[in-house]
């Protein structure tokens, strides 16, 4: 089933990289993420209302908050970086090269949470940078 979750991701993401492209052409870029970020709450504390999870929010330790938040920042800083990308450049180029984060996670993943690799996941993240860097690099569409 992650798999299915993973692709709904992916697919949405897709939509958002497009649209915020879109809207972005009027728009700096910072303000454009301000008026999702505000989106991106309501939509997150509703479904934690819809879940019921209000009584969890006391449980969580201050480690976890910790690691919640320095996560919570740097997420702002890439999307403000990645929105700062999309005004300067084609969505198509930007985007792929966006996604050489995945790379990135495969390697912190293995370095900080002891995650296994196998020659199969090194092998896909060496295309994923091979394509990511051929399309990034490849003459804009006129």
Do not use: H, Y
Request: hydrophobic share 65%.
């Amino acid at each position: 089933m992650w798999i299915v979750f993973s692709l709904l991701a992916a697919l949405v993401t897709a939509v958002v990289v497009v649209l915020s492209k879109a809207g972005i052409k009027n728009v700096p870029p910072s303000l454009a993420f301000a008026v999702q970020s505000v989106l991106i709450i309501v939509v997150a504390w509703s479904a934690v209302a819809w879940q019921g999870l209000w009584p969890e929010i006391g449980r969580i330790e201050r480690k976890t908050w910790l690691l919640l938040l320095a996560a919570g920042v740097l997420t702002g800083v890439s999307s403000l970086l990645s929105f700062r990308a999309l005004s300067l450049g084609d969505a198509s180029r930007v985007s792929p090269l966006d996604k050489v984060s995945l790379v990135f996670a495969i390697v912190l993943a293995a370095v900080f949470l002891k995650e296994k690799l196998n020659w199969q996941v090194a092998l896909g993240a060496a295309l994923m940078v091979g394509g990511a860097v051929v399309i990034a690099l490849s003459e804009p569409g006129k």
